[in-house]
């Protein structure tokens, strides 16, 4: 069974960095897509980025595209999110979350989830 845990969601001020963790196991990965998803209050899911684990190829929302860069760790089976420029618009809770082979965009095509990590940025 696949388990994903975040970690390093906090309160910080706008313009500030903030990295996301999300430790993945309970499967070899090396075919699967991993994503970073978030839900702001009030608001749907959102797609924010994704990455190939075997290949490392990314793809990334319009709307944190240069400010976000998705990355992995195979060594340690760690996914990361690493947000500069924090916006209080980014605030919200973000997710990983993991698939077979292909990027998606949409939750629904994401089997595999962790509980989430708060992201707050204060203006």
């Known amino acids: 069974q696949v388990q994903l845990v975040e970690s390093g969601g906090r309160l910080v001020q706008a313009g500030d960095s903030l990295r996301l963790s999300c430790a993945a196991s309970g499967r070899t990965f090396s075919s699967y897509t991993m994503a970073w998803f978030r839900q702001a209050p009030g608001k749907e899911r959102e797609f924010v980025a994704a990455?190939?684990?075997?290949?490392?190829?990314?793809y990334y929302a319009d709307s944190i595209k240069g400010r976000f860069t998705i990355s992995r760790d195979h060594a340690k089976n760690t996914l990361y999110l690493q947000m500069n420029s924090l916006k209080p618009e980014d605030t919200a809770v973000y997710s990983c979350a993991a698939r077979g082979f292909g990027i998606h965009t949409t939750a629904p095509q994401y089997p595999y989830w962790g509980q989430g990590t708060q992201v707050t940025v204060s203006s």
């Open positions: 990455i190939y684990w075997s290949g490392g190829g990314t």
